[in-house]
């Protein structure tokens, strides 16, 4: 038995460790679906992948032969059929949203991860496999690319999956090897044509390996023909060259421009691949390139090192090795070479093929250095040197892999972060135009617009691109007149940048138009402007009839006149209104803030309660010149409406503020019936999105609590405002009253309240069915509640007795910051009130009568205090007679004396006017605390003895 052991070892290590790996590699690909699905769709579809959508969209022949037309003008893609025809069928399979139709993409870069792993581990072991699926999983192209519509993920896993079926071809001779590797490479071949460098240098590499193989004879005769045949093939291209040079360079793959060029340097193309191959696309080398030299001196000594396989021979690692090798520069060269032909400029999307590759040189660079660094120099030094080599390797080996995968991760970071230029933003376009269409709108485009991409994500709308190719043949006066009759505003977006001086054809069509906004939106590869232009111009002579008139501000130099509320954009997920303004200038007044400092606000409150509170510029510096205090120009803005606003009688106030402190300069209050509004707060006039008809944190038999809106955390005595949005199952629901509780994690009521639902104008009978309903409630915090977290719950309580009700989650009560003692009191006293100890005061450096005159009175917290105190000053005159006062709690009313600890501080701000028809002399200064509830002043001591009347004399100041 004791025989076996070892036998019965090496069996359970051959049957664990594979069983290991796999579970190591399954975890890898399971992070790298994380990476890649968590974010998916974040950034915005773009040219190329409307390029992708133009020929989906086209019959399977079409998709097959290549062609497509771009806004209704024919094109010819010259990129391979074999993604595409994938992509078609997986678009019929998964669907058009966004999520589906970029998954294809985004599975391809998953299995980079396994693909990548059998690769290496067939090549160089089981250890360089693993690094190299960690180094997988963690690529930020591998990333970017799968957000895309592009074949770029399908590339690395066919290069991987080609080399592999070569070296097994190579090593065991099997047929069946030898077929795979033939159709993985017209299957790579029909996907990308930088295969054909890859392909045709595995190729070489075949023959060679082949050729090495022969009698020293055979391999003369060989080298001989292959010599003749590579003359025969110079001179004939030469004597192509000097003849029908375009000919020839027309048949070469991605050599399409047509100016002769000095070629792509190939530092440059090397540098490229390193610096998108392992800092992704959204992020460059941060150490200035030296990181990039490393990378590529790592996969230099993946090349140079022997791998560690008792598997294999020395010969098998150098075969391997060298097939790498010559993977990797066979399509670099050659692509490098053909640049030099004609204006070709490859970038890293040409070689991501080669990054698996690089991948697994990498860690055999890595593995090799852990573990066969001690034989590299066995030989050369002695065995106590061989012992600190062999572990100095080690950690050279690892600070290397840690060095790849940092950067790695950097690049992934960086993917994740958008900056500037991190997206062509075709969804925001798309997006921006669905949330301000209205009737009588139209959507322009140029050539330069991925039509196909901004229609995908405006399904859902009637809207749809126009190409300006449709009026091409009319003359600008034909088309200005067509647009003026039809249509009443023009959404143009202008791929490429917006040149409004530019006398071409484009411009020159809505150039007569009023031009109300130009809107940029981020871009990588081009410039995007979105511009509205409305028809008809915007200056009017009179207040239309629907408009509700407000009293224009005489001493204002521009003033609003009147306003009107309509129905918003209907497309928008989100409840709209419009708000229309009508403005009127006055050019007798002197001061005149700049019109782009202009603001307006609109505020719909009710019993005290604010429902709405929206703010946006006034956009008065947009006005023609042409408007003059004769006329009224008029403005649009967009509001959007809290979901769910329920159909009140509210107070509209309307607020115009103007300069650098936004000084009000105008203010408009009216009464506004619900009928006004219900154009703009009902929820059925707006689609059924799921966001809002599906979600629901609470549901009961009648009733159904869709959301609920609070802070996260407040302080002591701070109010706890609750939204809750309702939605009743059928209409006459009966009422309830709203009871909210907020206690202790582990027991203990802070405080609860309770209160009617709905309002006496719009209770829970008037809410129609099915459609989401807002109700506001709020709570006032103890002023000495315990910090701490605490559950905050509903239940609804019915007149005949039921209760139900649902836990809405956790607030937390923060306790306020330490309010330092003051140190510099100009004058000092010995005073103390309550538990509070009095130490001084300031007095103001001008007193003048009618003034505005502020004090400080300085405390100090002895003692915890048990009530609620208001601080006052008050100012006497001789006889006794208050002159002025003021009261307030600390910090100006925002905090309780409750809510001090022992051994902080108050700095009391005091604000006190003189009457201007005072009489000159001399006023006392008196200070003290009350109770906020029973106005009960606080005991005073002063200099050791109870003060009168529980004040405490400050001092005198002389008014002049």
Known sequence: MQMMAPIKHALLTLTRKPRRDLWIVAGCTAVATVLMFANLTARSMWLD??????????????????????????????????????????????????????????????????????????LFGRSTGLIAAFLALSNPAYIWYGQELRMYTLVPGLAALSTYCLFQALTRGQWRFRIAWLCVSALAIGTHYSFAGFIAVQALFVLVSALL?????????????????????????????????????????????????????????????????????????????????????????????????????????????????????????????????????????????????????????????????????????????????????????????????????????????????????????????????????????????????????????????????????????????????????????????????????????????????????????????????????????????????????????????????????IYNPHPNMQLVVYWQQNESVAVRPALADYSVSIRLSKDDETWLDWYMPAQLDAAPTGWSSAGLYRTDYLVPVPLGLPALNYALELTLRAGEKSDVMQRSAAAVDAAILDCCVRVVQWPQYPSLTNASIWRSTDVTLMASEFPAALRPGEFLPVVLLWQVHQAQTGAWQTALSLDGLLGGNAITGTGETGDQDFPVSAWPAHEPVRDMTSLQLPYNVSPGWYRLSLQRIFSDGRVDGTFLGLVEIKAYPHSPVPQDIPQRINARVGELQLLGYSLPAKVAKGALLEFHTYWRIETAP????????????????????????????????????????????HRLIVPADAPAGEYLLYAGIYNRTDVTRWPAQQDDAPARDDLVYLGKIHMP
């Open 866 to 909: 048990t009530r609620d105190g208001v601080l006052f000053l008050h100012l006497l005159d001789a006889t006794g007679k208050p002159m002025s006062q003021d009261d307030s709690p600390p910090e100006r009313g925002n905090r309780s004396t409750l809510t001090y600890r022992p051994g902080e501080g108050i700095d009391q701000t």
């Open 213 to 569: 193989r022969l009698p020293a004879r055979a391999q003369r005769r060989m080298i001989a023909l292959g010599g003749i045949a590579v003359a025969v093939t110079v001179i004939t291209a030469i004597a192509i060259l000097l003849g029908d040079k375009e000919w020839l360079v027309n048949l070469l793959p991605g050599v399409r421009q047509s100016s002769p060029t000095g070629g792509v340097s190939l530092d440059a193309v090397v540098f490229d691949i390193l610096g998108a191959g392992f800092f992704g696309l959204n992020a460059a080398d941060p150490s200035g390139g030296v990181f990039n030299w490393l990378i590529g001196a790592v996969c230099v000594l993946g090349v140079l090192l022997p791998s560690r396989q008792p598997q294999s021979s020395r010969r098998t690692s150098l075969r391997a090795r060298l097939l790498l090798a010559t993977s990797v520069a066979g399509p670099i060269l050659l692509l490098v070479a053909l640049s030099s032909l004609r204006s070709n400029h490859p970038t890293f999307r040409h070689f991501i093929l080669t990054l698996p590759l690089l991948h697994v040189l990498i860690a055999n660079a890595v593995v090799s250095l852990a573990t066969r660094g001690g034989e590299i120099t066995s030989r050369l030094v002695n065995s106590l040197a061989r012992r600190v080599t062999r572990g100095f390797l080690r950690s050279l080996g690892a600070a290397l892999f840690v060095m790849v995968l940092a950067a790695q991760t950097f690049g992934v970071v960086s993917t994740f972060t958008p900056s500037p230029t991190w997206q062509d933003d075709w969804r925001g376009v798309a997006h921006y135009i669905r949330d301000h269409w209205r009737d009588g709108d139209i959507f322009l485009v140029n050539i330069w617009v991925p039509d196909l991409v901004v229609a995908t994500y405006l399904q859902g709308t009637p809207i749809v691109p126009t190409p300006m190719q449709s009026f091409l043949g009319q003359s600008a006066e034909q088309v200005w007149d067509t647009l003026a009759k039809q249509y009443k505003r023009i959404w143009y977006v202008h791929g490429g940048g917006w040149d409004p001086d530019a006398q071409t054809f484009e411009p020159l069509i809505v150039r007569p138009f009023y031009q109300r906004e130009h809107v940029p939106f981020p871009s990588r590869t081009t410039v995007i402007d979105l511009l509205l232009f409305e028809t008809q111009s915007p200056l009017a002579d009179a207040l239309p009839a629907t408009a509700m008139r407000v009293d224009a501000n005489s001493s204002a130099a521009v003033s609003m006149v009147g306003y009107e509320i309509k129905g918003g954009s």
């Open 49 to 122: 992948d409307g390029l992708t959508l133009e020929r989906v969209a086209r019959p399977w022949l079409d998709v097959l032969s290549g062609v497509l037309y771009v806004q209704g003008l024919p094109r010819f893609d010259d990129h391979p059929p074999v993604y595409f025809l994938l992509f078609k069928a997986w678009v019929q399979f998964a669907g058009s949203t966004d999520f589906a139709i970029k998954s294809l993409a985004g599975l391809a870069g998953i299995a980079i991860v396994p693909s990548t792993y059998v690769l290496a581990r067939r």
